[in-house]
T-cell receptor
Framework: AQSVTQLDSQVPVFEEAPVELRCNYS??????LFWYVQYPNQGLQLLLK??????LVKGINGFEAEFNKSQTSFHLRKPSVHISDTAEYFC????????????FGQGTRLTINP | DAMVIQNPRYQVTQFGKPVTLSCSQT?????MYWYQQKSSQAPKLLFH???????NEADTPDNFQSRRPNTSFCFLDIRSPGLGDAAMYLC???????????FGPGTRLTVL
């Protein structure tokens, strides 16, 4: 079984400041890792994913994440945030084998202040 | 554009009155999922279809059923909604070739 822990439930940041959203996972099998963003009353949109290869993954909207196998982490970063980045962010994992069922963290509410 | 469509976007039902939520896809993906997301919580998988094979999560209540009549459509039936079933219901699809899930916009269910 897999589990995901997002270490911060809320992160307030000023506009144009850098941000890091932290994610740690636990799994007895190899996993794929994902970050999704959810705007109010919307579905989930994929920001980026790690499947294999380079541990630094670049996604949409200027986000990137780094996979650290030894620390079982997959933190999300952006060097300069905008008001439009205000949303809920979910880290998720799925086992490489099988039906790709996603296990989500509890989410981090990112609030950008002007 | 290829996409995942959910209808309706907002659904209001009465306590105990059966309700059906709809999901359709133009991606031709063979796997379809239903998630329940309660307020300020993470999405929780209810069940998924791999082609026509139905797979129920162990803790999904019997009150929730699903149908997939063809590749494009999948339905979520709630036989007797309770107040605790009020949530956003998310449909997603995937193809094993892509290693990611594509989500619809969700249906927000209110139970009165």
């Amino acid at each position: 079984a897999q589990s995901v822990t997002q270490l911060d439930s809320q992160v307030p940041v000023f506009e144009e400041a850098p941000v890091e959203l932290r994610c740690n996972y636990s799994s007895s099998v190899s996993v794929y890792l994902f970050w999704y963003v959810q705007y109010p009353n919307q579905g989930l949109q994929l920001l980026l994913k790690y499947l294999s290869g380079s541990t630094l993954v670049k996604g949409i909207n200027g986000f990137e994440a780094e996979f650290n196998k030894s620390q079982t982490s997959f933190h999300l970063r952006k060097p300069s945030v905008h008001i439009s980045d205000t949303a809920e962010y979910f880290c998720a994992v799925s086992a490489i084998q099988g039906a790709q069922k996603l296990v989500f963290g509890q989410g981090t509410r990112l609030t950008i202040n002007p | 554009d290829a996409m995942v469509i959910q209808n309706p976007r907002y659904q209001v039902t009465q306590f105990g009155k059966p309700v059906t939520l709809s999901c359709s896809q133009t991606l031709n993906h063979n796997v379809m999922y239903w998630y329940q997301q309660k307020s300020s919580q993470a999405p929780k998988l209810l069940f998924h279809y791999y082609d026509k094979d139905f797979n129920n999560e162990a803790d999904t209540p019997d009150n929730f059923q699903s149908r997939r009549p063809n590749t494009s459509f999948c339905f979520l039936d709630i036989r007797s909604p309770g107040l605790g079933d009020a949530a956003m219901y998310l449909c997603a699809t995937s193809s094993l070739a892509y290693n990611e899930q594509f989500f619809g916009p969700g249906t927000r269910l209110t139970v009165l």
